[in-house]
Protein backbone atom coordinates (compact mmCIF):
# COMPACT_ATOMS: atom_id res chain seq x y z
CA UNK A 1 0.00 0.00 0.00
CA UNK A 2 1.70 3.29 -1.26
CA UNK A 3 1.27 5.98 1.09
CA UNK A 4 -0.28 9.24 0.23
CA UNK A 5 0.21 12.65 0.92
CA UNK A 6 -3.25 14.38 3.28
CA UNK A 7 -3.16 17.77 2.80
CA UNK A 8 -4.68 20.08 5.64
CA UNK A 9 -4.43 23.81 5.75
CA UNK A 10 -4.62 26.28 8.79
CA UNK A 11 -5.17 29.90 8.70
CA UNK A 12 -3.08 31.79 11.47
CA UNK A 13 -1.25 34.51 9.40
CA UNK A 14 -4.20 36.08 7.51
CA UNK A 15 -2.52 35.49 4.08
CA UNK A 16 0.56 37.41 5.18
CA UNK A 17 2.78 34.44 5.39
CA UNK A 18 3.01 30.95 5.06
CA UNK A 19 4.72 27.59 6.53
CA UNK A 20 4.43 24.31 5.75
CA UNK A 21 5.15 21.09 8.27
CA UNK A 22 5.34 17.81 7.06
CA UNK A 23 3.79 15.46 9.89
CA UNK A 24 5.29 11.89 9.91
CA UNK A 25 4.20 9.81 12.04
CA UNK A 26 3.98 5.65 13.40
CA UNK A 27 6.72 4.21 10.64
CA UNK A 28 7.04 0.84 12.54
CA UNK A 29 9.94 -0.20 10.68
CA UNK A 30 11.23 -3.92 10.82
CA UNK A 31 14.37 -5.06 8.82
CA UNK A 32 13.33 -2.77 5.47
CA UNK A 33 14.50 0.24 4.24
CA UNK A 34 11.27 0.52 2.07
CA UNK A 35 8.97 3.12 4.05
CA UNK A 36 12.40 5.31 4.56
CA UNK A 37 13.06 5.08 0.48
CA UNK A 38 9.14 6.66 0.08
CA UNK A 39 9.67 8.99 2.79
CA UNK A 40 12.66 10.39 1.46
CA UNK A 41 11.04 11.19 -2.13
CA UNK A 42 7.90 12.83 -0.34
CA UNK A 43 9.86 14.89 1.08
CA UNK A 44 11.51 16.01 -2.04
CA UNK A 45 8.34 16.60 -3.59
CA UNK A 46 7.14 18.36 -0.93
CA UNK A 47 9.98 20.02 0.30
CA UNK A 48 8.68 21.25 4.04
CA UNK A 49 9.87 24.23 5.68
CA UNK A 50 9.49 21.61 9.42
CA UNK A 51 9.61 18.01 9.07
CA UNK A 52 8.01 16.51 12.98
CA UNK A 53 7.98 12.97 13.76
CA UNK A 54 5.33 12.00 16.02
CA UNK A 55 6.36 8.76 17.25
CA UNK A 56 6.67 4.60 16.88
CA UNK A 57 9.32 4.88 14.60
CA UNK A 58 10.63 0.96 14.96
CA UNK A 59 9.52 -2.76 15.90
CA UNK A 60 12.83 -4.18 15.89
CA UNK A 61 16.36 -2.77 16.82
CA UNK A 62 17.55 -3.23 13.51
CA UNK A 63 14.59 -0.82 12.63
CA UNK A 64 15.82 1.74 14.81
CA UNK A 65 19.09 1.86 13.41
CA UNK A 66 17.65 1.95 9.48
CA UNK A 67 15.17 4.47 11.19
CA UNK A 68 18.14 6.79 12.72
CA UNK A 69 19.56 7.34 9.25
CA UNK A 70 16.92 8.37 7.94
CA UNK A 71 16.83 10.57 10.49
CA UNK A 72 20.31 12.08 10.10
CA UNK A 73 20.11 12.27 5.97
CA UNK A 74 16.82 14.19 6.69
CA UNK A 75 18.34 16.50 9.14
CA UNK A 76 21.33 17.62 6.94
CA UNK A 77 19.03 18.98 4.60
CA UNK A 78 15.49 20.12 6.99
CA UNK A 79 14.91 21.20 10.22
CA UNK A 80 13.40 17.76 11.97
CA UNK A 81 11.56 17.84 15.68
CA UNK A 82 10.41 14.69 16.78
CA UNK A 83 8.96 13.24 20.38
CA UNK A 84 9.07 9.36 21.12
CA UNK A 85 6.66 6.77 21.31
CA UNK A 86 5.00 3.67 23.35
CA UNK A 87 7.05 1.10 20.60
CA UNK A 88 9.96 3.30 20.74
CA UNK A 89 10.91 1.86 23.93
CA UNK A 90 9.99 -1.77 23.68
CA UNK A 91 13.27 -2.38 23.05
CA UNK A 92 14.89 -0.14 26.18
CA UNK A 93 16.47 3.35 26.31
CA UNK A 94 19.71 1.88 24.71
CA UNK A 95 18.18 1.31 21.51
CA UNK A 96 15.99 4.25 21.86
CA UNK A 97 19.25 6.34 22.25
CA UNK A 98 20.09 5.12 18.36
CA UNK A 99 17.19 7.88 17.51
CA UNK A 100 17.43 10.47 20.30
CA UNK A 101 21.13 11.13 19.71
CA UNK A 102 20.92 11.84 16.10
CA UNK A 103 23.10 15.03 16.47
CA UNK A 104 20.89 17.25 13.86
CA UNK A 105 16.93 16.38 14.92
CA UNK A 106 15.26 18.28 17.94
CA UNK A 107 14.11 15.86 20.33
CA UNK A 108 11.42 17.91 21.56
CA UNK A 109 10.88 15.57 24.68
CA UNK A 110 14.34 16.85 25.55
CA UNK A 111 14.79 20.03 24.01
CA UNK A 112 12.07 22.97 23.16
CA UNK A 113 12.51 24.25 19.65
CA UNK A 114 11.74 27.48 18.13
CA UNK A 115 12.47 28.88 14.33
CA UNK A 116 11.26 31.70 12.03
CA UNK A 117 9.23 31.75 9.20
CA UNK A 118 10.26 33.85 6.33
CA UNK A 119 8.10 36.67 7.52
CA UNK A 120 9.32 36.92 10.75
CA UNK A 121 6.59 34.78 13.02
CA UNK A 122 8.28 32.38 15.53
CA UNK A 123 7.19 28.95 15.75
CA UNK A 124 7.43 27.34 18.39
CA UNK A 125 7.49 23.39 19.47
CA UNK A 126 7.09 21.36 22.36
CA UNK A 127 5.70 18.98 24.35
CA UNK A 128 3.02 18.91 27.35
CA UNK A 129 6.35 19.62 29.62
CA UNK A 130 6.65 22.84 27.59
CA UNK A 131 3.43 24.49 29.20
CA UNK A 132 4.83 27.47 30.65
CA UNK A 133 6.83 28.00 27.41
CA UNK A 134 4.06 27.90 25.44
CA UNK A 135 2.49 30.41 28.26
CA UNK A 136 5.60 32.66 28.40
CA UNK A 137 5.46 32.92 24.00
CA UNK A 138 1.24 32.76 23.66
CA UNK A 139 2.32 35.53 21.28
CA UNK A 140 4.01 33.22 18.94
CA UNK A 141 2.66 30.37 16.76
CA UNK A 142 3.04 27.26 19.06
CA UNK A 143 2.68 23.63 18.22
CA UNK A 144 2.53 20.67 20.66
CA UNK A 145 3.61 17.70 19.80
CA UNK A 146 1.85 14.20 21.00
CA UNK A 147 2.20 10.51 20.32
CA UNK A 148 -1.09 9.36 21.66
CA UNK A 149 -4.45 12.49 21.15
CA UNK A 150 -6.28 10.16 24.07
CA UNK A 151 -3.65 11.32 26.76
CA UNK A 152 -4.61 15.07 25.98
CA UNK A 153 -6.50 16.60 28.81
CA UNK A 154 -7.93 20.24 28.30
CA UNK A 155 -5.09 22.33 30.23
CA UNK A 156 -2.84 20.99 27.44
CA UNK A 157 -4.08 22.90 24.97
CA UNK A 158 -3.29 26.37 26.56
CA UNK A 159 -1.96 28.81 23.87
CA UNK A 160 -1.59 25.74 21.05
CA UNK A 161 -2.96 26.45 18.11
CA UNK A 162 -1.36 22.91 16.61
CA UNK A 163 -1.61 19.87 17.95
CA UNK A 164 -0.19 16.98 15.87
CA UNK A 165 -0.66 13.70 16.81
CA UNK A 166 -0.75 10.10 15.56
CA UNK A 167 -0.82 6.27 17.23
CA UNK A 168 -4.39 5.49 16.42
CA UNK A 169 -3.57 4.64 13.20
CA UNK A 170 -7.40 5.80 11.98
CA UNK A 171 -8.67 2.58 13.29
CA UNK A 172 -7.02 0.73 10.61
CA UNK A 173 -10.15 -1.18 9.68
CA UNK A 174 -12.42 1.79 8.49
CA UNK A 175 -16.06 1.39 7.16
CA UNK A 176 -17.52 4.60 7.27
CA UNK A 177 -16.14 8.29 7.61
CA UNK A 178 -18.28 10.59 9.14
CA UNK A 179 -17.49 14.77 9.46
CA UNK A 180 -13.50 13.76 9.65
CA UNK A 181 -14.18 10.86 12.54
CA UNK A 182 -13.52 7.21 11.64
CA UNK A 183 -16.15 4.21 12.36
CA UNK A 184 -16.22 1.82 14.09
CA UNK A 185 -12.88 3.21 15.62
CA UNK A 186 -14.23 6.08 17.18
CA UNK A 187 -16.53 4.66 19.33
CA UNK A 188 -13.31 3.64 21.12
CA UNK A 189 -11.36 6.46 20.76
CA UNK A 190 -12.69 9.75 20.86
CA UNK A 191 -10.26 11.46 18.78
CA UNK A 192 -9.97 8.98 15.83
CA UNK A 193 -10.28 11.75 13.25
CA UNK A 194 -8.06 13.56 10.98
CA UNK A 195 -9.20 16.72 12.54
CA UNK A 196 -10.99 18.09 15.05
CA UNK A 197 -10.95 21.30 17.65
CA UNK A 198 -9.76 21.29 20.97
CA UNK A 199 -10.83 24.60 22.62
CA UNK A 200 -8.62 27.09 20.68
CA UNK A 201 -6.20 24.42 19.05
CA UNK A 202 -6.18 22.30 16.05
CA UNK A 203 -5.63 18.83 16.75
CA UNK A 204 -4.73 16.50 13.70
CA UNK A 205 -4.15 12.73 13.67
CA UNK A 206 -2.00 11.15 11.11
CA UNK A 207 -3.33 7.71 10.12
CA UNK A 208 0.33 6.29 10.10
CA UNK A 209 3.25 5.76 7.56
CA UNK A 210 3.29 1.78 8.58
CA UNK A 211 1.78 -0.72 10.79
CA UNK A 212 2.93 -3.37 13.01
CA UNK A 213 0.08 -5.80 12.19
CA UNK A 214 -0.45 -4.91 8.42
CA UNK A 215 -4.17 -4.60 7.95
CA UNK A 216 -5.62 -1.71 6.81
CA UNK A 217 -9.53 -1.67 4.61
CA UNK A 218 -10.50 1.71 3.81
CA UNK A 219 -7.43 3.51 5.64
CA UNK A 220 -4.28 4.20 3.72
CA UNK A 221 -1.13 4.53 5.16
CA UNK A 222 -0.34 8.62 4.97
CA UNK A 223 2.14 11.20 5.68
CA UNK A 224 0.26 14.92 6.38
CA UNK A 225 1.19 18.14 4.78
CA UNK A 226 0.31 21.12 6.94
CA UNK A 227 -0.03 24.40 5.63
CA UNK A 228 -0.33 27.87 7.75
CA UNK A 229 -0.96 30.76 6.03
Given at each position: ??I???????????????????????????????I?????????????????????Y??????????????????????????????D????????????E?????Y????????????????????????????????????????N??????A????V?????G???????????????????????????????????T???????????????????????????
Open positions: MAQIRNETISLFDGRDKFSILQISDVHIWFSNAPDALEKIIENTKPDLIALTGDYDTPRGATIFSRFMQKTGSRYPVVFIGGNHIWWGNRVFRRVTVSNCTVDRDFFSMQTQGGRRINVGTVTHRELFDRHRDDINILLVHPEELRPDTGHDLILAHLHGGQIVFYKKDKTYYPGALLFRHCSDRKQINDSLIVSRGAGDTFPIRINCPKEVVLVTME
